[in-house]
């Protein structure tokens, strides 16, 4: 466990300690076991910190919000004294380390986001701000009024067939790691997964031109990684109505968003959906070894 400050945080560290630092960063409802895959062949070359999120694995629980979640980064890297880290972060995880590397530029030597960015521009995108910003409050409202519960599993062959249904291109021996790591019996002896799901709700009130304007701040050398089959496998079924998200995040609507980072450089990895390390590991590794090699010289 980590002391964090606010919050104490599980981690996983890889590699020789002396060895210069990259922080990992999962995405929501995963931990830092979701991770291994891009820890492990690092570790040859980095020391490598996996850390749970806030409310994810053996971390502590809430509240939730986007700048606690930035801060618990922060009390991470100060904690373990960390010299420049270059931190990766997936979907969520790529969301608080932008912020946070834009918050705080003299803290990192590098910033890779794996499908990190957000979603593709919504329908009301260029319309009315009002109207954008009211629609996407009530959404979650709406989300924030239903209960967060966690669904219980019978057994570990249950949350093993749900994983592999839910990513038919993980590895299978992943699957069973990932199945025993990311769950838990709760107080009523049932097993479930680990994650808070009230977690959710780090979502309420983050807003895309704040998340922007923070990242703006960012001076470090960026790469951003998106999923080539992501918009078809996920971005487009994340709310309840498919045409809130008509079309992929490409072209100017792309452009606009990395101009946000100082000094980025874009990949796509063909075949990945948003979950990029699961999809798609080994080309997910090659690239980040190419820019880590790239910044590190």
Known sequence: MIDAGAASLGALVYGPSAAPPVVLLHGWADSAWSMDCVAAPLADRYRVISLDL??????????????????????????????????????????????FC???????RALALVEGVGPPRHRLAGQDPDTLERERSRYQVERTRQPARSRTLPDLATAEA???????????????????????FGPDGQRRWRFDPASRDWFNGHGE?????????TRCPTL?????????????????????????????????????????????????????????PDELNAVL??????VDG
């Open 54 to 99: 806030r409310g994810h694995g053996h971390s502590d629980r809430g509240p939730y919000n986007m700048l606690n979640l930035i801060g618990d980064l922060r009390g991470a890297i100060e904690s373990l004294d960390l010299d420049r880290p270059a931190i990766i972060g997936h979907s969520l995880g790529g969301q608080i380390s932008a912020q």
């Open 102 to 108: 834009g918050l705080f530029p003299e803290v990192p």
């Open 162 to 184: 749900r994983l592999q249904e839910a990513h038919p291109l993980l590895d299978r021996a992943r699957v069973t790691l990932l199945a025993r790591e990311n769950t838990v």
């Open 209 to 217: 031109e704040t998340a922007a304007q923070r990242w703006r701040g």
């Open 224 to 280: 951003v990684v998106a999923g080539g089959d992501a918009y078809d496998r996920y971005w487009r079924h994340i709310t309840d109505d498919p045409a809130d998200f008509p079309a992929p995040l490409q072209g100017e609507d792309l452009a606009d968003r990395l101009a946000n980072f100082a000094d980025v450089r874009y990949a796509e990895i063909p075949g990945a959906g948003h979950m990029v390390p699961y999809d798609r």
């Open 289 to 294: 070894a190419t820019f880590l090699a790239e």
